[in-house]
Every structure is written in C-alpha cells, then in structure tokens.
C-alpha cells in the first residue's frame, strides 16, 4: 500500500502558484519523497525529490516540514499544461531495493 | 537519446492467447521496472530488476513473467491472458539508487486489452 495521503483533485488558476499537500507521516529516517506527474495517460514525469531541506528545481519547490510528516509541491505559476495527476511518493535507498509504490494522487486541473 | 521505448503501443488479445510487451532503453540503466495502470488508478509494481539475470515480484505479479537478459531489455510476458489484464502497462529505468541522483524514466505505455 501506498505510504503516502493526498487529496483526490483541486483546481488552481492559471498564472497562480498551486500548492499540492501530502501526508506521510509513516516516514522513516532513510526515506526520501519523490514527486511525479502524469499527464493524460502519458508515462509519469519525475518532478523532484528531497530528504529533509527544502528544495527547488526549474519545474518546482518542495517544502518538507521539520518532523518529516508532510510536504507540499509548489508549481510557482500553474500553467494549463500543468493540468495532471501528481503522485508523492516516499522510498528508501536501501541495499539497491528501491521501488516506487504509487497511491492514486492528485488531480490538478489548471482553469484559465 | 530515445530513453525507454515500449513495443507495442496497442494490443488486443483473446482470452488465452500469450503475448510479450518489449521494454529496452538506451541509458544504460541497471534498474528496471513493469508497471500496470488500472482506469482512474494508480500504477502498480508488476515486477522489477535491478540489473542483467536478477528479477523480483512487486505488487501484482500473478500471471505475468520477466527475462533480464541484457542491461537494456526486459520484456514482460503474458502466459495466458485473462481480462483482468487490461491495462496500460508502463515500463520504466533508473540508475542505482545511490547518491541522490535516482529520478525514474518511464516510457510512453503500452495499452491492452483482452476480450
């Protein structure tokens, strides 16, 4: 089963940031939190990935709380090709087993 | 680079009927993976392998079957295809997960459907 808890879908206006929660409050110590996303049925897209400091790349930040219990993926300026489902997952690095375990993510519907 | 490329796009099968969907990429990726995409569901992990003759079960690996023979393909083969197999399969690659550099690469699926 998936580790993780987020909402089923939420809307945000085009040119707004959106601002995406998960809950993973199971999280162990050598456990990192992945985002991906899938557009229309399309394979999913790597997004960005962190441990316990915040992060930012040219697609998204992630903010991770202190105790490691949730984070939120930040698409500073939503555009309508950010219109997916965002999947945060967590996983180790442990002995080379690593598997990502989708749950069934977020719908994000971008509105102009 | 093409990164991860699926073979076929689309299939329709009969019940019972065997077939096998290719996955090979280019990236030199030890790690690989087979997953299924139910409609309106997330992916689930079929089977995975970590590099050339090793494999392992994920979530749901009733009636399916991998080879690692090369580090660039692995094929996942349907014996004796039953409806409940319709599904999207995606097959994805990654390098080893050390360090910090260990984002998965997904091809673009392949759509069955067994009538």
């Known amino acids: 089963d998936a580790k993780t808890t987020q909402p089923p879908s939420m809307d945000c206006a085009e040119g707004r940031a959106a601002n995406l929660p998960c809950n993973h409050s199971t999280i162990s110590g050598n456990e990192y939190v992945y985002w991906y996303r899938q557009i229309h049925s399309q394979g999913p897209q790597y997004i960005i990935h962190g441990l316990k400091n915040n992060e930012t790349n040219e697609m998204a930040s992630l903010i991770i709380t202190e105790d490691r219990k949730s984070s939120t993926l930040i698409l500073p300026h939503a555009t309508l090709r950010d219109t997916a489902v965002y999947y945060c997952i967590v996983s180790h690095h442990q002995g080379g087993s690593e598997k990502l375990v989708f749950g069934k993510g977020t719908k994000l519907t971008v509105n102009p | 680079n093409a990164g991860v490329t699926q073979t076929p796009k689309f299939r329709i099968l009969k019940i019972g009927q065997s077939m096998t969907l290719q996955c090979t990429q280019d990236?030199?990726?030890?790690?690989m993976y087979w997953y299924r995409q139910d409609p309106g569901m997330g992916l689930k992990l079929i089977y995975y392998?970590?590099?050339?003759?090793?494999?392992d079960k994920g979530e749901v690996p009733n009636g399916y079957n991998v080879s690692r023979s090369t580090t660039e393909d692995f094929p996942l083969r349907l014996e004796l295809a039953a409806p409940s197999q319709t599904s999207v399969y995606f097959c994805?690659?990654?390098?080893?997960?050390?360090?910090?550099?260990?984002?998965?690469?997904f091809g673009q699926g392949t759509r069955l459907t067994v009538v």
């Open positions: 392998s970590v590099g050339a003759g090793i494999t």
């Open positions: 994805a690659s990654s390098k080893p997960p050390t360090g910090w550099n260990t984002e998965a690469f």
């Open positions: 990236m030199n990726h030890n790690y």
